[in-house]
């Protein structure tokens, strides 16, 4: 398996080059003779060799490069009276905003660039590394994902980019709870608190009439305004508890919980496994996500117990909740888990769903970076041994390559030394020796350049995640 997908690679080293004869016509003929309508193609072909590169780096070596490219930019909308605007030019139909957008995006891209840079030299990169891809694949294809994540990988505007978009997306997800909690709030407070005010006002006010008339009906209305008094005051509670329970600020998200359960018509089981409280944000949004989840357990799957698991995973806040109900969730179904969904996406939280028909359902909740990690101490983790032998090798062999066959061979060649030593490249044919020399010079920093990026990837976290904001179903 490792073998077919060394030879893949060096395969593709052969497909790069027909796509480099195509390409870089392309790209002359766009920008020197002005067919600017073959680079949008252009790009796209090069990005199709690349993110397959990106892909198999990520399934073959487990090295993970994100894509770089900025956002594509949104549809063209009209103005109000159905024309679109460019500049300052006025259009009908949308077709030459859509694409001059599309054109100053592809073009204003570093990555694409970066791309056309990376096929350049990739095809002659793989034929380097052929000896190791053939002899070590499983090193040899680790380093060749090194070497592409160095120029592959985004950049920092790409990251930038990505994480404005995300922030939009993350405010907007925010604003909506936001309004969906205000509204509830005012909701219960008209449905209930104020109706229960209104009704113990005219309560009072029967009181006045028939204080003087019938003092013994007044008495007993004002025995129903007492009872009715203490009835709004356990509604407005209620409401206080729902906006922000006095337990979850003082105690933390582990007490609130079991409260909670207390409360609960099933019978819960907590556990809690929490060696630092999150920030009150977070732990606002876990308590308020498995409140929700215990309520549509015993309302929509008839439960009659469940489990709460809370736990702390590599910094990560992980809830699990389980019960024995009927299954069958559906977010799609308005049983509340696209409103957790929204309320955990402020804080990049993840959800996972499982429940088949019949039962049980398991929800899992993760919210990622918000809590330290156990025993972290800011030490760079040891690299495992084979990657130390690799570079221990690496820097032991690149002086052969990039000096003696590289460097002082072309010395000898701009001065015309007839001595050839051992420098295999004037031992060649005239034609044949300056691109060995080259090609020797490249050998070596391709493996100087390997031999720092190896130690310092290892102790390089990742820049970017990708929002994961939707449901998994198992």
């Known amino acids: 398996m490792r073998f077919g ?75 109000p009276d159905g024309w679109y605007r460019h500049d300052r030019t006025l259009y009908k139909t949308p077709r030459v905003p859509e694409w001059s957008n599309r054109w100053k995006w592809l073009i204003s891209d570093t990555a694409s660039w ?20 053939i002899l070590l694949p499983r090193v040899g294809v680790r380093l060749y994902a090194l070497w592409a994540r160095a120029l592959l990988a985004p950049t920092a505007a790409s990251l930038l980019a ?29 449905d209930g608190t104020q109706a229960r005010l209104v009704a113990l006002g005219m309560t009072i006010g029967a009181v006045e009439e028939l204080i003087e008339k019938d003092p013994k009906a007044a008495k007993a209305l004002l025995a129903k305004a007492r009872d009715a008094s203490a009835d709004t005051l356990t509604e407005l509670r209620r409401v206080v508890r729902g906006i922000h329970p006095p337990v979850l600020a003082e105690r933390g998200i582990g007490d609130a919980v079991r409260a909670m359960a207390m409360d609960s018509p099933l019978r819960v089981e907590v556990d809690v496994d929490l ?18 989840l215990l309520s549509n357990a015993a309302r929509h799957g008839r439960a ?76 760079v983790p040891k690299m495992p041994l084979w990657k130390t032998c690799v570079v221990v090798f690496l820097w032991l062999t690149a002086w052969c390559p990039f000096f003696p066959q590289g460097m002082v061979a072309a010395i000898f ?3 015309s030394i007839d001595e050839k030593a051992w420098f295999l490249a004037l031992y060649l044919p005239e034609p044949w020796q300056w691109p060995v020399i080259a090609l020797m010079m490249l050998v070596g920093g391709t493996m100087y350049a390997a031999a720092v990026l190896i130690p310092a990837t290892h102790s390089q976290k990742s820049q970017w995640a990708p929002p994961r904001l939707s449901f998994n179903r198992c």
């Open 5 to 79: 997908r060394a030879m893949l690679l060096l395969a593709m080293a052969f497909v790069e080059v027909g796509i480099l004869l195509v390409a870089l016509p392309m790209l002359t003929l766009a920008f020197a003779f002005g067919m600017v309508f073959l680079y949008p193609p252009q790009v796209m072909m090069v990005r199709w060799a690349a993110e397959l590169t990106r892909r198999w780096a990520r399934e073959w070596a487990g090295v993970e490069i994100a894509p770089p490219y900025l956002p594509k930019p949104p549809p063209v909308q009209p103005q």
């Open 114 to 133: 970066r791309d056309s840079l990376w096929l350049l030299w990739d095809p002659m990169v793989k034929i380097t590394l052929a000896p190791l891809l």
């Open 162 to 190: 990505g994480r404005v978009r995300h922030l939009d997306r993350v405010r907007n997800l925010a604003n909506d709870t936001q309004a969906a909690e205000m509204r509830r709030i005012e909701r219960d407070l008209h």
């Open 275 to 292: 060696p630092h409280r999150p920030e009150a944000p977070v732990e606002a949004a876990a308590y308020f996500a498995v409140s929700e």
């Open 304 to 379: 009659e117990r469940a489990r709460v698991d809370i736990s702390q995973h590599d910094g990560d806040l992980r809830i699990t909740v389980e019960d024995d109900g009927l299954g069958g969730a559906d977010p799609a179904k308005g049983s509340g888990l696209a409103g957790i969904e929204r309320r955990l996406a402020a804080f990049d939280g993840v959800l996972a769903l499982h429940s088949p028909p019949g039962g049980p359902t398991t929800v899992t909740m993760e919210l990622p970076r918000s809590l330290p990690e156990k025993g972290s101490s800011g030490a």
């Open 413 to 415: 060649k701009v001065f």
